[in-house]
């Protein structure tokens, strides 16, 4: 198995966000009937009327938020460099893109997409966003180690002095 360089993970904060924020606010409105319910001037009827649905929200939210964070953090899908190519991991399956295949990565910003362009193959694209990382740095970055690896194998040192910007010439 080649060297694994780095990698980089698909970007569920949109999906992440939308669902903490639901689940927050079923808690919140759940956990404010049943307090609501509970105060001392309201009578026994008012009192299972409010606190009845307002527990059942607060659980509502709270399943809603762990379980809907289970499902997004169990999708294990990610972009690895590796000393031989790049590595697309989905759900679907594997893709493997060889240094020597590949002619050029761009990003095309009208589709939000990372292309990468082979040799006597259709492109391959990506609409994947990544995390810590825009799409325009994420393809400059792959295409410089695209260019290293027409000069020879990469290595993992050789990889975080580029990410770092720091000068790579390679030892003689």
């Known amino acids: 198995?080649?060297?694994?360089?780095?990698?980089?993970?698909?970007?569920r904060s949109r999906g992440t966000g939308r669902l903490l924020v639901f689940?927050?606010?079923?808690?919140?409105?759940?956990?404010?009937?049943v307090a609501w319910g509970?105060?001392?001037?309201?009578?026994?009827?008012?009192?299972?009327?409010?606190t009845l649905p307002g527990a059942g929200l607060l659980v509502v939210g709270l399943i809603v938020a762990i379980g809907g964070m289970t499902v997004l953090l169990a999708h294990d899908e990610y972009l690895a460099v590796r000393a031989d190519?790049?590595?697309?991991?989905?759900?679907?399956?594997?893709v493997s893109l060889d240094w020597k295949d590949l002619v050029t990565i761009t990003?095309?910003?009208?589709?939000?997409?990372?292309?990468?362009e082979s040799r006597g193959a259709p492109a391959?694209?990506?609409?994947e966003r990544y995390s810590g990382v825009t799409g325009v740095a994420l393809a400059e970055h792959l295409d410089?180690?695209?260019?290293?690896a027409a000069l020879g194998p990469l290595d993992s040192a050789?990889?975080?002095r580029i990410a770092l910007g720091l000068p790579h010439k390679r030892p003689t």
């Not at 689940?23 to 009937?33: H, K, Q, T, Y």
């Not at 190519?85 to 594997?94: K, P, Q």
């Not at 990003?107 to 990468?116: K, S, V």
């Open 38 to 50: 509970v105060l001392p001037h309201h009578g026994a009827d008012e009192l299972r009327y409010l």
């Open 1 to 11: 198995m080649p060297e694994l360089l780095e990698w980089f993970r698909v970007d």
């Open 144 to 148: 410089e180690l695209r260019r290293k």
């Open 107 to 116: 990003y095309d910003a009208t589709e939000e997409a990372l292309i990468f």
């Open 23 to 33: 689940g927050a606010a079923l808690v919140f409105v759940g956990a404010s009937l």
């Open 85 to 94: 190519g790049v590595l697309v991991h989905r759900a679907s399956g594997d």
């Open 158 to 160: 050789q990889v975080a």
């Open 124 to 127: 391959y694209v990506l609409g």
